[in-house]
């Protein structure tokens, strides 16, 4: 294959598809809902200022932002969307009104008729736009204020002490106080009526809200458009083309590819691990360790959905609550996984090259030290921060951001942005001399270097907005952290590395393995930059947005699609020589990443993205659905196989005992199935049931989510938890045991022969 042409093809779809993600962060400048300096009534009387509401989105964010309900439909899946609970909220209490100044009755009490015609004229009230952009005022009629008085009270009351609101927050898993200053409470209403306000709106010249329409609210017309439709259905005959189109190039290459001889003796047998190779283990222990509190973490913020002050009448929410365990379970998720990956690219750095930088096992042990203060002090940042006991600005600097998978504070994003940039260098020193040298695998080594280069370059993003930065801003530049860092550039920095430990071994041609990396690269790319754009649909974005996001999001489930071939010539390689069962379970650890790469980023992602789909899923628990089986499947699947094949070669002379470890993969595999079928796929349709006929305030109502069926639901994911968490469990004790030599045998490795043994 022509590896000048894949490089071309390469910078191409870098250069057009950050373009087009460049211009329309541009033009979300001009559709994104503006901020008023004022709203006001038509008499004259203020309700708010620009300031409160800018005060009010770093309230909502010190309490814990998207780790506690939604906005806009990101956020955590206990407690409301905040923006479709206040519009729904705000609309009833326009329509009582309505219905008790015309007809003496309340409105569910009259006819269909008269409650047609009073949702008619409610409709011209909330979606009219009276935002006077030359002066800054938002203007809006007397009965509208009183209802955004009585809503303001309902939210002051449910976020402070009123105890005739203690069962609801018990099912939003809210603590008393969770507010306690009270001009802090009137800004807090103040954003969330601006951002209920941004969705109920149309934009100037037309006929649709600042956010696309959503949420679906039947009472003020918010519905899905037209437009939905059509870009839903394009994505589906795309995806099917490109699908054709990827498998005739497949089958076409497999009949031109050479078969391939694999060494009859371990290459890997013959490295010897370097001093900062060796220092590397550390940083496996705590790939261990924060895996074990996040599981335990991820079982408390479960049970919060069903015992919203406690855990099994421990009042811990008083100390830990929902926010706060939310927040550290993907926090750590991030954590464990980058270190894994981290670690990985720091034991083959000097073994690409053979030979050791100067000072660099001091770097590694020092990157270490800074990673662990990151750690702990965002954590007790977060802590101080949902207490209230920070100031806004210092919330923002060392607290919580309140930006799901974003949420350190600034001051620990710039600690890791530094700290990314040193691995990279330490990355860099290690990989250039062999660089240098003119052989086969220099083409690998490049993409190496740019796919590391990748993973701090673009952590940048997360630096990108500011204390006070409008909220459609933010998620653009946030989406490119989670989708583009995480979904995107370690996705690539994985398969050059997979591909890069196979030629190491002989089980792949290194010109094979470019072609097949820089191929693979370019279709997922292709897809996955532009592909961001899904998240955005309905954050004050333009319709473009949602076109390419559609268009794009589709073409990203192509190469999924496929991905069973890499399963299987994955397990084929793990039976190639006896030698390679040394490698068998970090090697198992690379199929399951590509059966939930199939299943979890593309059955279970393409099931949402289309914005038809999304629209009424939007915020719903089939997105976890997504979540957890992308993020845990495919990257923690990941990190532990990558963390599996360092500790392989740490521990090279030595048998390892895998009964632990094989009990381990099957667990943590079967759990996460069970966790999803048994109890979020269900959940999360019939909250798509409940959005699409009520709408989406229904579907993440306590009067939906309370329902006994619901909460069965949820205590069935009790088996699913329970199997996985034994299984990480297994795995803490098999690399520990490796320390202590439990999860090892008297034996050597020999060639020739079956290398791991079943421990009795």
């Known amino acids: ?406 949420d350190l504070g600034r001051f620990w994003q710039l600690f890791l942005a530094v700290g990314l940039f040193l691995w990279l260098f330490l990355m860099a020193r290690g990989i250039w001399p062999a660089l240098r040298k003119k052989k086969d695998d220099r083409h690998l080594l490049i993409l190496f270097l740019i796919a590391s280069t990748a993973i701090p370059v673009f952590y940048v993003p997360a630096l990108m907005w500011g204390q006070h930065t409008h909220l459609a801003i933010a998620e653009y530049w946030r989406w490119w952290v989670v989708h583009l860092w995480v979904e995107g550039f370690f996705e690539v920095f994985a398969t050059v590395v997979i591909a890069f430990l196979f030629t190491r071994m002989g089980l792949l041609r290194v010109s094979t393995a470019t072609a097949s990396v820089l191929f693979s690269t370019i279709i997922f790319l292709f897809g996955g930059i532009i592909g961001t754009f899904h998240h955005l649909y309905f954050s004050g974005t333009p319709i473009g947005v949602l076109a390419f996001g559609a268009t794009f999001s589709a073409l990203e489930v192509v190469p999924l699609v496929l991905i069973g071939f890499e399963a299987y010539e994955n397990l084929t390689l793990s039976r190639a020589r006896p030698w390679v069962a040394a490698y068998k379970w970090p090697i198992y650890y690379f199929v399951a990443v590509a059966f939930w790469n199939l299943v979890g980023a593309g059955l279970f992602g393409f099931f949402i993205n289309p914005p038809i789909a999304l629209y009424f899923m939007q915020g719903l628990n089939t997105t976890p659905v997504h979540g957890h089986t992308a993020l845990f499947g495919v990257y923690g699947m990941l990190g532990i196989g990558l963390m599996l094949f360092c500790l392989r070669g740490l521990t090279k002379q030595r048998v390892w005992k895998t009964k632990a470890l094989a009990f381990s993969f099957w667990a943590i595999n079967i759990g996460l199935a069970l966790m999803v079928l048994l109890s979020l796929i269900p959940i999360g349709l019939m909250q798509t049931l409940a959005s699409v006929e009520h709408g989406t305030w229904y579907a993440r109502s306590a009067e939906f989510m309370s329902r006994g069926i619901i909460h069965k639901f949820v205590w069935l994911r009790i088996i699913g938890d329970t199997v996985f968490t034994i299984g990480v469990l297994a795995l803490g004790w098999f690399i520990l045991g490796l320390k202590t030599g439990w999860s090892l045998t008297g034996e050597q490795l020999h060639f020739g022969k079956k290398n791991e043994i079943d421990a009795k």
């Open 1 to 406: 294959m022509n590896l000048t042409r894949l490089w071309v093809s390469l910078a191409l779809v870098f250069i057009i598809s950050f373009a087009i993600l460049g211009y329309y962060g541009g033009e979300i400048y001009h559709t994104m809902p503006p901020i008023p300096k004022r709203v006001m009534t038509s008499a004259g009387n203020v309700l708010f200022t620009e300031k409160e509401i800018k005060d009010g989105q770093n309230v909502w964010q010190s309490m814990g932002g998207q780790e506690v309900g939604t906005v806009w439909g990101h956020g955590a899946y206990v407690a409301p969307d905040w923006t479709a609970d206040w519009l729904h909220r705000e609309s009833m209490w326009i329509l009582n009104r309505y219905a008790l100044n015309q007809y003496g009755k309340a409105y569910n009490a009259l006819d269909d008729e008269k409650r047609a015609m009073l949702r008619t004229r409610l409709k011209k009230e909330m979606r009219t736009n009276t935002y006077h952009p030359n002066t800054g005022d938002l203007v809006i009629s007397p009965i509208r204020a009183q209802a955004i008085a009585a809503t303001s009270k309902h939210y002051t009351a449910l976020f402070g002490n009123d105890p005739k609101l203690d069962h609801l927050r018990d099912d939003y898993a809210i603590p008393r106080g969770t507010i306690k200053d009270p001009q802090r409470m009137k800004a807090l209403n103040a954003f969330f009526f601006w951002a209920a306000w941004a969705c109920a709106t149309n934009r100037p010249g037309s006929n649709i809200t600042y956010t696309n329409n959503w949420p679906h609210e039947p009472l003020i017309g918010n519905v899905a458009t037209g437009s939905m439709v059509i870009w839903s259905v394009v994505s589906f005959v795309l995806l099917l083309a490109g699908i054709g189109a990827l498998a005739w190039y497949y089958a076409k290459q497999k009949h031109v590819e050479l078969e391939e001889t694999f060494p009859e003796k371990d290459p890997l047998l013959a490295l010897s691990p370097t001093p900062s190779m060796k220092s590397i283990v550390k940083y496996f222990w705590l790939v261990a360790v924060l895996m074990v509190v996040q599981v335990g973490l991820g079982a408390i913020t479960a049970h919060y959905q069903v015992e919203g002050a406690g855990f099994y009448g421990i009042p811990i929410a008083k100390w830990i609550p929902y926010s706060l365990t939310r927040t550290w379970h993907t926090q750590l998720a991030i954590f464990w996984i980058a270190t894994a990956w981290i670690a990985t690219g720091l034991f083959v750095a000097p073994a690409v090259s053979g030979r050791e930088p100067k000072y660099q096992r001091f770097f590694v042990n020092f990157l270490f030290v800074s990673l662990l203060i990151i750690v702990v002090g965002s954590m007790v940042g977060q802590w101080f921060a949902i207490r209230q006991r920070l100031g806004l600005n210092t919330n923002f600097w060392f607290g919580h951001q309140g930006y799901e998978y974003t």
